[in-house]
């Protein structure tokens, strides 16, 4: 995947005295998130192999270590907030999915047991346990 695709290449302020330095900026890609982070990186020039396969995984190691999920693309990423509430709802509802199979097995139960008592000539369910004779 190429960085460029990825990441708005831009010049961000850098050390204390702000001096503006090459890098980029990563934006969460949640709906309704506007959170942001401007990241100094170095420019990857006669390195080895793909320079925007490195230099990518070289911007995705340095926001990971900041609690970033990095995506593919500039919509997959997330920032630390918005990937812990997506991980938390895929819990919940992965347990809730648990807990309505759990639910499916005690209706089971229940029609098992009201079976036996709707009424032969009506076809209604009978409310109160038939009185022996």
């Known amino acids: 995947m190429s960085a460029e695709k990825a990441f708005v290449h831009t010049t961000v302020p850098y050390g204390d005295d702000g001096k503006l330095v090459r890098g980029v900026i990563a934006r969460c890609g949640a709906p309704g998130c506007e959170a942001a982070i401007p990241l100094a990186v170095n420019t990857l020039q006669n390195s080895r192999g793909d320079d925007t396969e490195i230099e990518w995984r070289f911007i995705a190691h340095k926001l990971e270590a900041k609690g970033w999920h990095v995506g593919r693309s500039r919509t997959a990423h997330r920032c630390p907030r918005c990937h812990n509430a997506a991980k938390f709802s895929a819990i919940r509802k992965a347990e809730a999915m ?8 005690k209706l089971k139960v229940v029609a ?16 109160s346990t038939p009185r022996p004779k």
């Open 112 to 127: 098992a047991q009201w079976n036996g008592r709707i009424c032969a000539s009506t076809g209604a369910l009978a409310l």
């Open 98 to 105: 648990q807990n309505g199979n759990a639910m499916t097995d």
